[in-house]
């Protein structure tokens, strides 16, 4: 399958796998471009230049194919050394870059200097046309059921997805809410040139969390997600849990007086509890509503080999059948 995604990226599959915090290490990275989709390193888990350097060149020992790193902008006063993980991208040599929550047109110059395609992931149309009018070469459209931060539109990807192929002119994929063949064909059908998955990555044999945090997303079902920080205007979605819980009894008592130094039990520093040493309640943590569609922990290269098998079979036999 030959998309203006798969031809971007010099891949062979139209399937990215998004920057996710404490799982988007070198091992599901190289495994998802093995399999020939592109894999993505989260820049922030890293943390600094050095430690990101690192785990790029131990992701480049376990593939030579492109594979690309996430940097997210977080809404704080004190950000990470950004400059310094972007030159670290670059001296890196990797070749794709998702941006995530804010507009990157600060960091633009320098990437596309470096010859470096950048993809940004955003939750509205008048983001996605930001990204495309700041250079950028492509945008993820993150739905409502989106795991992580699908923004303040609450718009599901139905209506998200084809108001994006009317207004923009570069390459979207999909992203939020995709699990398989059925999403891939979908997504094409509503004008993408491809799909994004987070939560769906996370239950591979190849992701390096806990298996406990699989189990969890086996276990979950599509009514399982709360919607936290919304007093904040961060929304995250996340999964239910004793944390969340506690988390959301805040949000009521407090209203909008609340500060997020009162939910910082529930949130801060949780992600390495969870996915490294599998503490399920340690706090809230992202998960799709996509977790009803996930029933088994594949191999990446069975997933993605799979959803491609599964479309070509939907688009040949059902769709053309009809
Ligand atoms: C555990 C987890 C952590 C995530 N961390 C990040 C992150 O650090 N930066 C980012 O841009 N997106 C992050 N995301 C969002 C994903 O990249 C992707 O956009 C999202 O998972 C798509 O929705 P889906 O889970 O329904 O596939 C995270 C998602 C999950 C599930």
Request: charged fraction near 20%.
């Amino acid at each position: 399958m030959k998309t203006r995604i798969t031809e971007l990226l010099g891949i062979e599959h139209p399937i990215i796998q998004g920057g996710m915090h404490h799982v988007g290490l070198a091992e599901l990275a190289a495994a998802v471009s093995n399999a020939g989709g592109l894999g993505i390193i989260t820049g922030l888990t890293q943390g600094t230049p050095e430690k990101l350097s690192a785990e790029i060149a131990r992701c480049k020992t376990m593939t030579d194919k492109p594979f690309g790193v996430n940097i997210t902008f977080l809404p704080t006063t004190t950000p990470p050394d950004y400059p310094g993980l972007i030159q670290a991208v670059i001296d890196g040599g990797v070749k794709v870059v998702e941006t995530a929550g804010n507009n990157p047109a600060t960091y633009m110059p320098a990437l596309k200097e470096a010859g470096i395609v950048v993809i940004h992931k955003c939750t509205a149309v008048r983001h996605a046309l930001k990204a495309q009018s700041v250079g950028c070469d492509a945008v993820s459209v993150d739905g409502f059921e989106c795991g992580g931060h699908p923004g303040e539109d609450d718009i599901p990807n139905f209506i998200l997805l084809p108001r994006a192929a009317d207004e923009l002119s570069i390459p979207f994929v999909s992203s939020g809410g995709m699990a398989d063949a059925r999403s891939l064909v979908a997504s094409l059908a509503m004008g993408a040139e491809g799909m994004n998955m987070g939560t769906r990555f996370i239950v591979t044999q190849e992701a390096p969390v806990h298996e406990n945090v699989k189990a969890a997303i086996l276990a979950a079902t599509e009514l399982d997600t709360r919607l936290v920080m919304r007093p904040l205007r961060n929304t995250e979605r996340v999964l239910n849990n004793a944390a969340v819980g506690r988390l959301l009894e805040k949000e009521k008592a407090l209203g909008a007086d609340i500060k997020i130094e009162d939910i910082l039990p529930e949130v801060a520093g949780c992600y390495p509890k969870i996915m490294k040493d599998g503490d399920m309640d340690a706090g809230a943590w992202s998960c799709g509503m996509v977790a009803g569609l996930i029933h088994d922990v594949p191999t990446v290269k069975e997933l993605i080999d799979r959803i491609m098998s599964e479309a070509d079979t939907l688009i040949k036999e059902r769709l053309a059948g009809l």
